[in-house]
């Protein structure tokens, strides 16, 4: 009973949040730009000319242009990571066992979801491409725990699990350390020799990513963005290897934030900062229990305690913190990353003897003011009703032709694009620099010959290493 009232304050929640304004910065950057390229014409050679973050190619934003819905309600609506974002925390509710007074380790990932998604409420309304993935990475974790948890030995199971860490994959780049997981379950269907299952589980897969790799191509020139260093197509759209590497650069500064390509700082120099302006609690809590973690796999070992179902998923979260941390660690990219060992060092506590009844408490310390910070949120938010969403932002911006009666728009300060315009790009040089494939925009964009000897970056200048 008391599931299904938490359950419709959930389901008034996620509405509240999902009919405000879209705050996300990154939203009039380029979300919804991508989102209106892909509803007018699909895929389109070279976008990622026109503007680098246009080859991001998250599958998450055809998932957005199929609901966006702009002729059935007359705006295009925001509603998917709302939508996702319900159904995830939903599941974590109604099937948890704590309202039984019982605690696995799968209740512990849903726990997790619940934090999860309170954290990231301000950017539902949004349509990013980090919620989906992170709700994801937590709904296999907790998939896989439960499995081990009804003792299902299965490898199929898990296998199936893998093909939505695939899927994962697709929605976010940087989560491509699940393919981790899928090592148990491969060496179970070839031990047992289930080729047919090997087959289904490969073309499913394939299934999955192909049509995202072929836009990757389609888009940028790269059958992976932004990694120039795997060149397989010789295409007059390939957008310039500066240009990756200088985004693949800037991503990695952000995240560290040093708000600098060309400041190169070691470990010891830009840890520090970005300890000071991240979550710092949370930051010490993970990689702590990481270790736990690892000291008690070690431990296993010796004594040939080991389950390979629940080590490969440990090792799955050490690996993924760790790339998180060394690569872009802002905690919106990787707030996930730093619950998973949290979750898998609790899981010794509940062995002990008081184990259980210390996490429980814990939980209640920890969603209480999570909670409470969550519903303070909802008084801040501005929106019209709760009929209808909040229209995306409106901004100045100037015309510009790219062509002979093909024409863009440039935001007439800053590089915050409009939604009453379409295509509008941040950047002019940019748009200076490229020309069209043909006559149309469908046709696709590539650089002028002029520019293409040019060490080009993201905005068009030039840059040096």
């Not at 998939?143 to 009804?150: A, F, G, H, N």
């Amino acid at each position: 009973m008391y599931q299904w009232i938490v359950v419709l304050f959930v389901c008034i929640c996620m509405l509240v949040y999902t009919v405000g304004k879209p705050v996300h910065y990154d939203t009039m950057l380029y979300h919804f730009q991508a989102i209106k390229w892909i509803e007018e014409y699909g895929v389109v050679p070279g976008l990622g000319n026109l503007h680098n973050r246009f080859a991001y190619n998250s599958a998450f934003m055809p998932l957005q242009a199929l609901f966006s819905l702009d002729w059935l309600v007359g705006q295009p609506l925001h509603t998917v990571n709302g939508f996702v974002a319900g159904v995830f925390l939903i599941y974590a509710i109604i099937t948890n066992q704590l309202w039984n007074g019982k605690i696995r380790l799968s209740d512990l990932f849903k726990v997790m979801t619940g934090i999860y998604v309170c954290y990231t409420s301000g950017l539902i309304s949004s349509p990013s491409s980090d919620i989906l993935p992170m709700l994801m990475i937590l709904y296999i974790c907790t998939k896989w725990c439960e499995l081990i948890e009804s003792d299902v030995m299965d490898s199929s199971m898990y296998g199936f699990l893998c093909i939505l860490g695939v899927y994962t994959i697709t929605l976010k780049l940087s989560a491509a350390v699940c393919v981790i997981l899928a090592i148990w379950p491969a060496i179970k269907l070839i031990q047992e020799k289930k080729w047919k299952e090997i087959v289904l589980h490969i073309v499913g897969g394939l299934v999955i990513v192909i049509p995202w790799l072929a836009r990757n191509v389609i888009i940028s020139g790269y059958l992976l963005y932004p990694y120039p260093q795997i060149d397989l197509f010789n295409v007059d759209w390939k957008m310039p290897a500066s240009v990756l590497e200088y985004d693949s650069r800037e991503i990695i500064a952000w995240g560290r934030d040093i708000f600098s390509v060309e400041k190169k700082e070691a470990l010891w120099e830009w840890v520090p900062h970005w300890f000071d302006h991240s979550m710092r609690t949370l930051i010490v809590l993970g990689f702590v229990c990481g270790i736990i973690w690892l000291a008690m796999f070690v431990n296993r070992i010796i004594k040939k305690k080991t389950d390979m179902r629940q080590d490969i998923l440990g090792i799955y979260g050490i690996l993924a913190l760790l790339s998180w941390f060394f690569s872009a660690p802002l905690i919106r990219y990787g707030m996930v990353y730093l619950l998973i060992p949290i979750c898998l060092c609790a899981q010794y506590c509940l062995n002990m003897r008081k184990g259980k009844l210390l996490i429980k408490a814990a939980i209640m310390v920890v969603l209480i003011p999570v909670g409470v910070s969550y519903l303070g949120s909802i008084q801040s938010l501005q929106y019209q009703s709760l009929i209808m969403q909040d229209d995306y932002e409106w901004n100045l911006t100037e015309e510009m032709e790219l062509a002979p009666g093909v024409k863009v728009w440039i935001p007439a300060e800053g590089d915050q694009c409009s939604a009453d315009v379409f295509p509008c790009v941040p950047y002019r040089k940019m748009v200076e620099r490229v020309e069209l494939r043909g006559t149309t925009l469908k046709d696709g964009f590539r650089i002028k010959p002029e520019y293409c000897s040019l060490h080009l970056n993201a905005y068009g200048d030039e840059w040096t290493e």
